[in-house]
């Protein structure tokens, strides 16, 4: 069995791919501070509590399991807290994970796959976004994701090191199994939000902004469920290791829904007419991000499997019977 680090393996998105690995066949070791992730996520699963910034047990781990690959997850992701204090954002997104790649090069650990975002993109400039598009980021979280694809560059030429980007965009629902699910403190994203407030949780739901250029006047995303990114990873991870080449994906289901839709199957699939409010715009909020992810398609033979009501009922599954 194949041993995989999956670095913040313990948050959102990292604990549904730590889940999709075991059932494939591999062994995922997880690595997490726990700043933000949660123990109840990764039951089961050899378990290593650390932080990037510390090398020499990075080290200690790689000697200890004999590591295939890496999978990072470690990463703050608040677009509005970015802006307000870059800094952490830098040391957290850039410098630790440089620190990681440093240990990886040192233990000759050869693949490693990294966690991108559409905010790497900035504002579309064209209706779909694929691979080719211009990379002009509009806060210091897309500058933070877009610095580490270069370095990424930079290492594969110099020492080898391969990888694989993968450009998320709207990371959304929770496991069927209703098990894990997410839980981020504080929840700024616009489905749990939505939910939470369906479940009452939440007095409203704010919508930021209705004056944006698009049809309804509010934001557009390409939600796309957590467990096929899941299984992404692992097409990624697989390619990566039968064709040693390192490459980048744009990972979104290619449909983009304003936020004033998403309020609307929602209280369609939790049956609850909830409180909506209209206040101004939220910092750095680009008005449309949808993916064009034929490439993925194509070259990971990767197809989305879950729509946006399942992506809703599966939300809603887990925000009303919440593990942690
Ligand atoms: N929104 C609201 N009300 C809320 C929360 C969000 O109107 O209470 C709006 C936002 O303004 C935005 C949309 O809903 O237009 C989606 O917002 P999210 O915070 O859910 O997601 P973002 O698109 O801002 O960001 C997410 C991830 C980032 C990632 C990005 C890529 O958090 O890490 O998707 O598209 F970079």
């Known amino acids: ?33 726990l700043s933000k992730g949660h123990l109840a996520a990764v039951k089961g699963y050899p ?19 004999s590591i295939k690959a890496v999978m990072h997850f470690a990463a703050f992701i608040e677009v509005e807290e970015s802006i307000e204090d870059p800094s952490k954002y830098y040391h957290n997104n850039v410098s630790r994970v440089l620190n990681l790649l440093d240990a990886m090069v040192e233990n000759n650990i ?39 694809e270069k370095i990424l560059q930079d290492f594969d030429k110099a020492y080898g090191l391969k990888s694989m980007v993968l450009r998320y965009f709207n990371a959304s629902g929770a496991d069927d199994s209703g098990q894990i699910g997410e839980s981020h403190t504080p929840e700024t994203h616009l489905i ?16 930021f902004g209705t004056d944006y250029p698009t049809p309804d006047g509010t934001c557009i995303r390409d939600y796309i ?15 990566l290791v039968q064709t040693h080449q390192s490459d980048q994906f ?17 209280k369609e699939i939790t049956g609850i007419d909830f409180k909506v409010e209209i206040t101004p715009r939220r910092k750095g909020d680009p008005a449309v991000l949808v993916a064009d ?6 070259s990971l033979n990767w197809a989305p499997k879950y729509n946006l009501d399942r992506i809703l009922e599966t939300a809603w599954n887990w ?5 942690y």
């Open 1 to 33: 069995m194949e041993n995989i680090l999956v670095v913040g393996g313990a948050g959102y998105i990292g604990s549904h791919v730590v889940k999709m690995l075991a059932q494939q066949g591999y062994q995922p070791i997880v690595f997490d501070n």
């Open 47 to 65: 378990f290593e509590k650390g932080d990037l910034g510390d090398k020499t047990h990075l080290s200690k781990i790689f000697q200890k399991y």
């Open 110 to 148: 050869p693949y490693f796959v990294f966690s991108s975002t559409a905010a790497t993109f900035g504002n579309f400039k064209q209706e779909k976004i694929d691979e080719t598009h211009l990379q002009l980021p509009i806060n210091p979280y897309g500058n933070s994701k877009l610095m580490v």
């Open 192 to 207: 749990p939000r939505i939910l939470q407030t369906a479940a009452g949780k939440l007095p409203s739901i704010k919508i």
């Open 225 to 239: 469920h957590v467990n096929d990114l899941a299984s992404a990873h692992i097409l990624a991870l697989e390619k």
């Open 250 to 266: 744009n990972l979104g289901s290619g449909i983009g829904y304003s936020v004033a839709q998403l309020i609307k199957v929602a």
């Open 293 to 298: 992810s034929t490439k993925a398609r194509d």
């Open 319 to 323: 925000e009303k019977n919440r593990k």
